[in-house]
């Protein structure tokens, strides 16, 4: 997001209102949709996290302006304003001053959510998405308030406790950095003390792992809030256009890497009853290993990062009904996924093809969009899908739920369910959110819309209808 843009009344920044509740203080004083909060208690508030500080006050006066520039003031004692916001940053998404080797924004094709070209580098939105941050951009004021406000937990990306290394793989400029400090990955990890911390290790080969990794593993371990480790493998694109040359792991490289973070992982869980680091699904699958039991992601903790969501897929099983022996009537269904993925879900659906009536594939759908390399299943984009499933060749395709950007109907290629339905010809659905979801559907196919409204919230025609007025 850039810099928020300043207000006619020569603010430094403004908080939009999408919209105001009925009957609450702030419709009392005539503030509507397309009014901006200007201050709370005098004060600028940068963020909702300043808001509700300033609210958490009690005896709370707003000024907000009207879109013709018009202030109005009014008073609040212990009620909610009832103010809605455009978004929780008032000032400007802090953006990652870093160049990393790695970065996946830096290796993007063009064309795609404009979302995804963001280099979000902001604490705020840490402790309230759980984005992952490096660190490297907090000016002294900003570690002040995160300890003065508990912002806790926080969700960082260490890489490595090498302080050289993680200069060389990062590559800021001093020019850019607010505070030299910040960039010593252990002077803020325990000048943060204070607050949890979920670390990440974006692992390259021969890069930040083997002994380098083995060091920070141990070093991570020894700090009292850092709550646990991901161990995540580079991404890469077929888009990597004046940056360093990078692979992939290979099979023989991540069985290493599994080996050697499942035996650190084993001393902690003797040592503290927590294995403190998990590594991705893609370790795991590239080596060619079985994916640990769910009791040994301690609860996911890490799961939107990719550590456990197989698992977690396919823990339920296929519930306690037995399967039909026939269906009432033959079809025919494509399960189209991601390339790591397919194996694995061919060999769980595999005792689906004794039904008589059923003839079903599970596809292995390659990227064309990032380029090979990439053969997760959430990076796949409407065009992937349209190129490689002839229209009409089958009664039902159904889709796993991570293409498409959460509580919508979009692909990464701003493509909707409903333009990919239209092109095939044929119903196309999200299969479900686990393994009994997926069976249930494959087996009953979609209720239509009535389906997509428990899925998304809204319909098809109201996913086109916003993405009309947007």
Not at 209 to 227: C, I, S, W
Request: net charge negative; hydrophobic share 45%; proline share 7%.
């Amino acid at each position: 997001m850039p810099n928020a843009p300043r207000h006619p009344l020569d603010a430094p920044y403004v908080a939009p209102i999408r919209d105001v509740v009925p009957g609450s203080p702030a419709a009392a004083a005539g503030l509507g949709p397309g009014w901006s909060l200007l201050r709370v208690n005098g004060r600028w508030v940068p963020d909702v996290l300043a808001y509700r500080r300033e609210l958490a006050l009690g005896e709370v006066v707003l000024d907000a302006a009207s879109p013709e520039g018009v202030v109005a003031s009014f008073a609040v004692s212990w009620e909610d304003p009832g103010l809605e916001f455009d978004d929780v940053i008032f000032d400007g998404l802090r953006l990652c001053a870093n160049k990393c080797d790695f970065c996946y924004i830096h290796q993007m094709p063009q064309g795609f959510r404009k979302s995804l070209y963001v280099m979000d580098d902001d604490f705020r939105t840490s402790f309230l998405y759980g984005s992952f941050v490096t660190l490297t951009n907090l000016s002294e004021e900003d570690v002040q308030r995160i300890l003065d406000e508990h912002l806790s937990p926080l969700y960082v990306s260490v890489h490595t406790a090498d302080e050289d290394l993680r200069r060389d793989m990062m590559k800021w400029w001093s020019s850019k950095v607010k505070d030299p400090a910040t960039t010593q990955i252990r002077h803020m990890i325990e000048r943060l003390e204070a607050i949890d911390i979920f670390t990440q290790v974006v692992a390259l080969p021969g890069r930040n792992d083997g002994d380098a990794l083995g060091a920070t593993l141990a070093y991570l371990a020894e700090r009292p809030n850092v709550q646990a480790v991901a161990v995540v493998p580079v991404g890469l694109t077929d888009h990597r256009v004046n940056l360093p040359d990078l692979a992939p792991y290979t099979p023989e490289q991540a069985a290493d890497l599994v080996d050697q973070v499942e035996a650190f992982a084993a001393d902690r869980l003797a040592e503290r009853g927590t294995r403190f680091v998990f590594l991705s699904d893609e370790f795991y699958l590239t080596a060619g290993r079985p994916l640990p039991e769910a009791d040994a992601y301690e609860g996911f903790v890490m799961l939107e990062n990719g550590v456990g969501m197989v698992r977690d897929f396919l823990g339920s099983g296929y519930g306690d009904a037995p399967l039909p022996e026939r269906l009432p009537a033959p079809r025919r269904v494509i399960c189209a996924t991601g390339r790591l993925f397919a194996p694995v879900l061919r060999e769980a659906l595999a005792p689906l093809a004794a039904i008589e009536g059923l003839e079903l594939e599970v596809r292995a759908i390659t990227n064309r969009s990032f380029g090979a390399v990439t053969t997760v299943a959430g990076l796949l984009a409407g065009r992937d899908l349209l190129t490689q499933i002839a229209p009409g060749e089958a009664d039902l395709v159904l889709l796993s739920p991570s293409m498409l950007k959460y509580g919508t109907e979009s692909f990464l290629d701003e493509r909707t369910l409903a333009d990919v339905r239209d092109e095939l010809r044929m119903d196309v659905a999200v299969g479900g959110r686990d393994l009994r979801e997926l069976v249930d559907t494959i087996l009953a196919g979609p209720a239509g819309d009535a389906l997509r409204r428990q899925q998304f919230g809204f319909s098809t025609h109201a996913v086109k209808e916003a993405a009309r007025q947007h």
